[in-house]
Antibody, heavy 117, light 106 residues
Framework: EVQLVQTGGGLVQPGGSLRLSCAAS????????MTWVRQAPGKGLEWVSV???????YYADSVKDRFAISRDNSRNTLYLQMHSLRAEDMGVYYC???????????WGQGSLVTVSS | DIQMTQSPSTLSASVGDRVTITCRAS??????LAWYQQKPGKAPKLLIY???TLESGVPSRFSGSASGTEFTLTISSLQPDDFATYYC????????FGQGTKVEIK
């Protein structure tokens, strides 16, 4: 059974850093593309970052140069390192698996990020 | 960047109603469009991909169609479990979501 279990998140001051983790089971994260999607309070979904099976990474303009996506194949875990956090980065962050030709077919449970002094 | 325009933003309906949600893309997607359902406090759930292919385990009352750059999600007979927010998403070039449609009880 495919599962994505997220850890990390929490309260951080503006300008601070935080790392989110997404532990996968039931498949190998290096075989699929993996993404992070976020949702500001009461708002819609916004794609944040992707890492492809070959290792290429891409970011939304809103987080470029501040966020870094990575993975540890030996731990089958996806990460999102976030720096220089701003109030507008607040929300729930989801990791999601890219299904072949399917869009995002499995999602983590979400991690809440609060940016406040 | 590909823009997605979803309508309506809110839809009031009753159990048994036929419901239609529309999404328009700013350019051709070659069918690379998905629909998701999200309930409060939960992660989105994939319903339909490649514009009209039903994800495994999704009830057949959900269907998707496409005409050029316009895409439609139809629920043939709304059930109590279907009251939720629905999002379209293009995955032709990166990923862009529509603004969402909240389906609420009339």
């Amino acid at each position: 059974e495919v599962q994505l279990v997220q850890t990390g998140g929490g309260l951080v001051q503006p300008g601070g850093s935080l790392r989110l983790s997404c532990a996968a089971s039931g498949f190998s994260i290096s075989s699929n593309y993996m993404t992070w999607v976020r949702q500001a309070p009461g708002k819609g979904l916004e794609w944040v970052s992707v890492i492809y099976s070959g290792g290429s990474t891409y970011y939304a303009d809103s987080v470029k140069d501040r966020f870094a996506i990575s993975r540890d194949n030996s731990r089958n875990t996806l990460y999102l390192q976030m720096h220089s956090l701003r109030a507008e980065d607040m929300g729930v962050y989801y990791c999601a698996r890219g299904g072949t030709g399917k869009g995002l077919d499995y999602w983590g449970q979400g991690s809440l990020v609060t940016v406040s002094s | 960047d590909i823009q997605m325009t979803q309508s309506p933003s809110t839809l009031s309906a009753s159990v048994g109603d036929r419901v239609t949600i529309t999404c328009r893309a700013s350019q051709s997607l070659s069918g690379w469009l998905a629909w998701y359902q999200q309930k409060p406090g939960k992660a989105p759930k994939l319903l339909i991909y490649k514009a009209s292919t039903l994800e495994s385990g999704v009830p057949s009352r959900f269907s998707g169609s496409a005409s050029g750059t316009e895409f439609t999600l139809t629920i043939s007979s709304l059930q109590p479990d279907d009251f939720a927010t629905y999002y379209c998403q293009q995955y032709m070039s990166y990923w862009t979501f529509g603004q969402g449609t909240k389906v609420e009880i009339k």
